[in-house]
């Protein structure tokens, strides 16, 4: 089956502007997650979705980011305005209770910000 | 709260020596789940183990194994007679016991390999 996809790879922007990320789950997945990676850390979780509504956003910066999942596949994650410090691998991963790991979360390749 | 703590930041080994990576954990939860991932320099999380919080069978698989020890709270990982292709970043994760409930990393652990 085909992975989680994520778009762009990389990004560069400087600082106040504003940025979309992109995630497609795997097909069937309900649940989407986007964690966010700062250099030198693990992955900390930003919001996660149950097809589209919002599980838990507790650690989502909502001043300046948001996040939506309208039809319950797809899946934008937004930064508007950016600063520097949300240079960072932003990860999407999905799950789904069935299938041969069921609940357990699929990465997809990340999209590195850079923040200038 | 949950928390998981990776103390090694970064570790170096030789080829084919072996290496045993930490992670120490914290959790309210009586049922829960261990992880190891690994982070190649493509970025992408790679799955190599769950462990659920009630079998503390040790676990083999080909060089890799895992020593899960409730009583310490902790759940290692040894790499046996490493190899260059083993250099990347390590994370140990934990969930807890909701099914879909978010990952808890450590900070992870570097393990450079050299010939």
């Known amino acids: 089956e085909a992975g989680v996809a994520q778009s762009p790879r990389y990004k560069i922007i400087e600082k106040r502007q504003s940025v979309a990320f992109w995630c497609n789950p795997i097909?069937?997945?309900?649940?989407l997650y986007w964690y966010q990676q700062i250099l030198g850390q693990g992955p900390k979780l930003l919001i996660q979705?149950?097809?589209?509504?919002?599980?838990?956003d507790s650690q989502l910066p909502k001043d300046r980011f948001s996040a939506e999942r309208l039809k319950g596949v797809d899946s934008t994650l937004k930064i508007q305005p950016a600063k520097l410090e949300d240079s960072a691998v932003y990860l999407c991963?999905?799950?789904?209770?069935?299938?041969?790991?069921?609940?357990?979360?699929?990465f997809g390749p990340g999209t590195r910000l850079t923040v200038t | 709260a949950q928390k998981v703590t990776q103390a090694q930041t970064e570790i170096s080994v030789v080829e084919k020596e072996d290496v045993t990576l930490d992670c120490v954990y914290e959790?309210?939860?009586?049922?829960?789940?261990l992880f190891w991932y690994k982070q190649p320099p493509s970025g992408e999380l790679v799955f190599l183990i769950r462990?659920?919080?009630?079998?503390?069978q040790n676990e083999i698989s080909g060089r890799y194994s895992w020593n899960f020890q409730k009583s310490t709270s902790s759940f290692n990982f040894t790499i046996t007679a490493s190899q260059v292709v083993d250099s990347a970043v390590y994370f140990c994760?934990?969930?807890?016991?909701?099914?879909?409930?978010?990952?808890?990393f450590g900070t992870g652990t570097r393990l450079q390999v050299t010939l």
């Open positions: 991963a999905s799950s789904s209770p069935s299938g041969t790991r069921p609940y357990e979360q699929y």
């Open positions: 959790t309210r939860d009586t049922t829960y789940y």
């Open positions: 994760a934990l969930r807890e016991s909701g099914t879909a409930s978010k990952l808890t």
């Open positions: 979705f149950q097809n589209n509504g919002v599980v838990d």
């Open positions: 462990r659920n919080s009630f079998d503390e």
């Open positions: 097909s069937g997945h309900a649940t």
